[in-house]
Nanobody
Framework: QVRLVESGGGLVQAGGSLRLSCAAS????????MGWFRQAPGKERLFVAT????????YYADSVKGRFTISRDNAKNTVYLQMNSLKPEDTAVYYC?????????????????WGQGTQVTVSS
């Protein structure tokens, strides 16, 4: 059974940092691009960041560029999202996902596997 399990969410004050992890099991995703998305209450799920299969190429939503960093460790089958300078508007459930392409992918339609999500709450 393929699973993606996010961890590292929580409550943090504005300006603080969190590091999300997404551990995959059931198969390796070392040949797949990975991504992070987020969904705030009452809003649609939005793209946050993506990384290609090798880790050499990344792409970010404008809203997080310069504050968030996506990375991966293929040996551990894990992808990370380092979030710095957090703002209240970053509050959302964060989902990791595995794409069916090696290359960076911004559209959710490219992603076949999704985690259950982890809550990030940023207080002002």
């Amino acid at each position: 059974q393929v699973r993606l399990v996010e961890s590292g969410g929580g409550l943090v004050q504005a300006g603080g940092s969190l590091r999300l992890s997404c551990a995959a099991s059931g198969r390796t995703f070392s040949s797949n691009a990975m991504g992070w998305f987020r969904q705030a209450p009452g809003k649609e799920r939005l793209f946050v960041a993506t990384i290609d299969w090798s880790g050499s190429s990344t792409y970010y939503a404008d809203s997080v560029k310069g504050r968030f960093t996506i990375s991966r460790d293929n040996a551990k089958n894990t992808v990370y999202l380092q979030m710095n300078s957090l703002k209240p508007e970053d509050t959302a459930v964060y989902y990791c996902a595995a794409a069916r392409t090696r290359l960076i992918a911004r559209e959710s339609s490219w992603y076949d596997y999704w985690g259950q999500g982890t809550q990030v709450t940023v207080s002002s």
